[in-house]
């Protein structure tokens, strides 16, 4: 069974900086593109940032350009959001997503459980 779970969010005031991880476990083989999605209330849940098995190609939605950077650690299984200089905008419930082959055989989506992300002062 494969799980991808969340960590590092939290309540911050705008301007300050958070990281948040990704952690996938389980019976995997590999892991295929990685991407960050948030969810505010009252919105659809909108594409973050995604990055390649092997880090060759990123994109960004143009709200959060040259302010995250998203990172992986293979060798960790692991996703990491860097987020810069916060808006009250960026409040969401943040999402990873993962394709990832697992020893039974089959290819699928994976998401974690997410973590809330408050910008406020």
């Known amino acids: 069974q494969v799980q991808l779970v969340e960590s590092g969010g939290g309540l911050v005031q705008p301007g300050r900086s958070l990281r948040l991880s990704c952690v996938a476990s389980?019976?995997?083989?590999?892991?295929?593109?990685m991407a960050w999605y948030r969810q505010a209330p009252g919105k659809q849940r909108e594409l973050v940032a995604h990055?390649?098995?092997?880090?060759?190609?990123?994109n960004y939605a143009e709200s959060v350009k040259g302010r995250f950077t998203i990172s992986r650690d293979n060798a960790k299984n692991t996703v990491y959001l860097l987020m810069n200089n916060l808006k009250p905008d960026d409040t969401a419930v943040y999402y990873c997503?993962?394709?990832?082959?697992?020893?039974?055989?089959?290819?699928?989506?994976?998401w974690g459980q997410g973590t809330q992300v408050t910008v406020s002062s």
């Open positions: 997503n993962a394709g990832i082959s697992s020893q039974d055989g089959s290819t699928k989506m994976y």
């Open positions: 389980g019976s995997i083989t590999s892991i295929y593109g």
């Open positions: 990055i390649t098995s092997g880090s060759s190609y990123i």
